[in-house]
């Protein structure tokens, strides 16, 4: 009971508990935007990698393979994937969002940078789910008059959509955990809404379990949320 006590005066004493909704207010609509601009980034990047398009063909030699919107976007997969994502976050906050920029939110910053970043991962995702493919679908659909892009559309990327979920779904669970970083730019987080806690009753193993629990809840939903969408989409084939 002396315990229970306890945790009421770290949490609801000042109604500190209202740092951790805050925290998880931020966490969530981060995770929710960055989820976004992932998806977009990541599609149009797998879309540029698996192009067809060699605009020096005519010049033959070693440039009639040249595709420089494949290039373009491997090099982009390459540099984000090869970096950590809290120095692309301090790159995005101390170089880019300066000057005329710094009245940006940090809630748009981490955004974008996190939605950068996960935009390389599920960019990859996509390109194996597709290459994944029997490639005698496309051809198929080619040698029946069906413009490449229509055969994406249609019959490519509803199929691999299905073998990639799972995948995705866990690059959004990762993206949710990778929040946690975006206190070195002065955001409040869950983890850094511990932090506060922390500061303010001199208690650190507490809020910390805490937040731990609040993500594994989370991730748990989101695994869950997953596996129904998997069952119905087996049920469809």
């Given at each position: 009971m002396e315990y229970i006590q306890t945790l009421k005066d770290i949490f609801l004493g000042g109604r500190r508990y209202m740092y951790m909704i805050r925290g998880l207010e931020f966490s969530l609509g981060c995770t929710a935007l960055a989820a976004m601009i992932g998806l977009v980034v990541g599609?149009?990047?797998a879309l540029m990698q698996l192009s067809l398009w060699y605009p020096l063909k005519?010049?033959?030699g070693?440039?009639?393979?040249f595709n420089p919107l494949s290039k373009i976007a491997y090099v982009y997969v390459d540099v984000v994937r090869g970096t950590p994502a809290v120095v692309q976050l301090m790159i995005f906050a101390n170089l880019i969002f300066v000057g005329s920029l710094r009245d940006v939110p940090i809630i748009m910053i981490a955004s974008l940078s996190f939605g950068i970043n996960s935009g390389a991962y599920v960019a990859e995702i996509i390109r194996a789910g597709i290459q994944g493919l029997d490639r005698g679908q496309m051809e198929a659909a080619r040698a029946l008059g069906m413009p490449y892009s229509v055969a994406m559309k249609v019959i490519i990327i509803p199929q691999a959509i299905k073998k990639i979920l799972?995948?995705?779904v866990s690059e959004f669970i990762t993206l949710l955990k990778e929040t946690s970083i975006v206190g070195f730019i002065g955001?409040?987080?869950l983890l850094r809404s511990a932090n506060i806690i922390t500061s303010l009753t001199y208690r650190g193993v507490e809020p910390l379990l805490a937040v731990g629990f609040i993500y594994l809840i989370l991730t748990t939903i989101f695994t869950s949320i997953m596996r129904k969408?998997?069952?119905r989409l087996a049920v469809s084939d």
């Open positions: 599609n149009l990047c005519r010049w033959g070693s440039w009639k393979t799972p995948a995705l955001g409040v987080d969408i998997e069952r």
